[in-house]
């Protein structure tokens, strides 16, 4: 910083703040110049007079860009340029909290917090961090790739969450804000005017939209809103059932095979793994899962999986109980009953 009260020249280089010819600095032109703290870090630099001048990234120690300041930058530019606002409203600090409280997987909870920070990789996001891509949505092949549109706007996205039968606002979803959708879908998870199925299943149906769209992105896979739908449903009946085993009249008797109506504690040496299976004379899809708690009843792990080409109900129960009993073993569980 230069002192105050003199004369400063625009134009002045850092060849000027040397001796000429010897390569040093000249001290008494750097300490009449700047103040004495950065006037001590200039002279403590050695100067490379025999070297070209090249630049330099002045926002980092080494003097190299990297993308991460250069966000960094971008970020603190924005930070400095906002308006200078009190906390955030009530409303807008009860959505974020609410997400985590959701009744659904962390890994869903982290999806959808994602989803309101704009931190899912769609086409526009992608264009506004400086990389190339067409926006028009691969699904559709009409709108921009957005968020909003991606999960809510979507021809594919509006007809799984109309087959889902969720209520919408009178104006409808929002075309263009992710905020607005998202506290829709979180007070609808908490009204008794929704069925069970739609209030359990809602972000599950919000993951496997985003998983539908990955697919046909990355694998060119196309899923229509009834399967998606499933998916969704299937899922949700599988995680309610291994974290409120008790709560039977919540899941659909159709959803899922054998439910034991009541869970009793094993010993305090021992754990226990409940296993569950289901299967469809229809489209003969079959799954299975198990579920692993201590004598107190806390979870200890969990898995689940799909089988194909199964024949029979009873066929499905046994393949659950060998693939349970084998993942016991990988997992050297030896004091456990099922």
Known sequence: ????????????????????????????????????????????????????????????????????????????????????????????KNLWKNIWKLQTTPKICHFIWRALAGALAVAEQLRYRGIPVDRTCKACGAGYESICHTLFNCPVARDTWSAAGLPLPERGLSQNSVFLNIHHLVACTKSKSCSTQLRQS????????????????????????ATILRKAEEESNIWFELNYPDARATIPSNSLGTITPSWKAPADDIVKCNIA???????????????VRNSRGK????????????????????????????????????????
């Open 1 to 92: 910083m230069y002192k105050q009260d003199i004369v400063v020249d625009l134009t002045l280089n850092v060849a000027d703040l040397l001796i000429p010819q010897t390569g040093l600095w000249d001290t008494h032109k750097i300490n009449e110049l700047f103040i004495e703290e950065d006037a001590a870090s200039i002279l403590s630099i050695k100067p490379l007079i025999h070297k070209e001048d090249s630049l330099c990234w002045g926002f980092t120690r080494e003097g190299s860009y990297s993308s991460q300041s250069g966000y960094k930058l971008i970020d603190t530019l924005k930070k400095l340029q906002a308006p200078i606002n009190g906390s955030l409203p009530p409303i807008e």
């Open 202 to 225: 809602i972000p599950w149906v919000l993951w496997q939209i985003w998983k539908a769209r990955n697919a046909l992105v990355f694998e060119n896979i196309r899923m229509d809103p």
């Open 277 to 291: 299976s289901s299967w469809s004379d229809t489209s003969r899809k079959s799954g299975a899962s198990w579920i």
């Open 299 to 338: 979870v200890l792990m969990h898995g689940r999986r799909s089988f194909s080409s199964v024949q029979s109900r009873e066929l499905v129960e046994l393949l659950a109980i060998f693939w349970a009993i084998e993942s016991m073993n990988s997992m050297r569980k030896d004091k456990i009953i099922f």
